[in-house]
């Protein structure tokens, strides 16, 4: 068992928070004029070069889509000034690229949200910049002589690309690396993280690659940014082990690529048995301790393979998923185009334009995330409570969700169907109502019984005799 209940400082907002990540160019194209040369028609294929047009105003005009589908919190990869599509290769930390809007078009935005009752974070691309960034040109321009050599760490002069005479962030040239270790630089970043708080009132920052950053710098980070919103949300892009990220001096939480890899391997590859995955996921609880409310959770990214697609197109596996990432502890991020059934392999591939058209949707699909998305914001135990295992059992993994009173019990079962199964409730509940078949269930000696556990299945169980 599982206790989150006790006090930790992470933002009040963020464990009801439903995230849901855009990749700007590819959301939806709401303003033609700002297009840049060469935009490509909707639904071509994605290259790493080209573009689409997708922009904040296209945001803007999806909201009441996004609203509908139950999400109240939008995570935006980078929309500063750069030169390609992804925006990872800053040149100007405080503009909005013009191919996505305008500074005053984000306030705009961040107001809409904030008057609709949902939060944004953006993404803080701090430990590299592009090699149009204005400090890497004077260095290019003046060399050694540059008053911000320092700025970057340079192996040799005259700057050189090919092959780069100064370090950059996963060997590509065009995205040279800060120096982290000047002060200037730190400065910079720190009015940079400020600023945006400030001035667009935005709700925290997605940290890129964070482990390549001195930790001591991040704690300056979170007392600057905290300073100014103390209920700021930051969450750093952690892949593996996110223990030092998460001791109340840095960040709030981390994307939970870990739990992503868990639920592949008992969904998908079936590396994990039930038994297997409940201890797993028991054991993250307890490493992520009183951070796990604040925890991003997810299924798929920018940099990651669909998941339908990682699923091989096998639905039934993929609503089992979405149903452990709906019901569990952590708040979960919903990748653009998941909820309609979007594939798409590696980068760039994943990164697909939004499809629009629902004649092309899975409706399957899309109808369980808006009813998993509307369960677990109508039960706070869902959201704020404590989880226990009930039972792991030839595949077969259930839990419960308590908080205050109000309980939820799930069952899973990514494997073939299992008869004659008792399930303890550890409840005094006597009738538990299933959400998706409308069955009611009742408890004999404290045991759900179960004549078959389907194939491929997902039961959501509520006390009661009706829904709700």
Request: with cysteine; glycine share 8%; proline share 7%.
């Amino acid at each position: 068992m599982t206790d989150i209940c006790d006090p930790y400082a992470v933002p009040d907002w963020v464990p009801d928070a439903i995230f849901y990540q855009i990749f700007p160019d590819r959301f939806y194209n709401g303003d033609r004029s700002n297009d840049p040369p060469g935009t490509e028609p909707w639904r071509n294929p994605p290259t790493r070069k080209n573009f689409f047009g997708g922009d904040l105003q296209g945001i803007l005009e999806k909201l009441d889509y996004l609203q509908g589908l139950g999400v109240n919190a939008l995570y935006l990869n980078p929309i500063f000034r750069a030169r390609t599509n992804h925006k990872y290769d800053t040149c100007d930390y405080f503009e909005v690229d013009p191919a996505l809007g305008s500074n005053e078009l984000l306030k705009e935005v961040v107001r809409e949200l904030h008057r609709r009752d949902m939060r944004i974070i953006l993404d803080g691309v701090f430990n590299h910049c592009g090699d149009g960034f204005w400090a890497f040109e004077d260095v290019k321009a003046r060399g050694a002589a540059s008053p911000y050599a320092d700025w970057f760490i340079v192996r040799s002069y005259p700057i050189c690309a090919s092959p780069p005479s100064y370090y950059t962030f996963s060997d590509a040239p065009y995205m040279p690396k800060l120096n982290l270790n000047h002060r200037p630089v730190q400065e910079y970043i720190l009015k940079v993280a400020t600023h945006w708080l400030e001035e667009a009132r935005i709700d925290g920052w997605r940290l890129d690659v964070p482990f390549k950053i001195p930790l001591a710098f991040w704690r300056e980070f979170r007392a600057a940014v905290k300073g100014v919103n103390p209920q700021a949300y930051l969450v750093g892009e952690v892949w593996r082990e996110a223990s030092p990220w998460i001791q109340g001096d840095t960040f709030d939480g981390v994307t939970n690529y870990r739990l992503r890899e868990l639920i592949l391997d008992y969904c998908a590859t079936k590396i994990l048995d039930a038994e297997d995955f409940a201890f797993e996921v028991e054991m993250l609880h307890q490493v992520h301790g009183n951070a796990a409310p604040a925890m991003l959770n997810l299924l798929g990214s920018h940099d990651t393979p669909r998941i339908l697609t990682g699923l091989r197109g096998d639905v039934d596996r993929l609503l089992v998923a979405v149903a452990f990432l709906m019901t569990t502890v952590g708040a979960p991020l919903i990748y653009y185009g998941d909820e309609i059934g979007l594939c798409g392999d590696m980068d760039p591939d994943c990164r697909r334009t939004m499809e629009w058209d629902e004649a092309r949707w899975n409706r399957r699909i899309h109808d369980a995330y808006r009813k998993l998305i509307g369960l677990r914001r109508a039960h706070p135990a869902l959201r704020r409570g404590r989880f226990e295992t009930l039972l792991t059992f030839d595949g077969v993994y259930a839990y419960r969700r308590v908080y205050e009173g109000d309980e939820v019990i799930v069952i899973l079962n990514p494997r073939s169907s299992v008869t004659d199964l008792a399930i303890p409730t550890g409840s005094h509940t006597n009738v538990w109502h299933d959400l998706w078949t409308g069955r009611e269930r009742s408890v004999a000696d404290g045991m759900l019984l179960f004549d078959c556990v389907p194939a491929v299945s997902f039961t959501v169980l509520l006390p009661g005799t009706v829904a709700g």
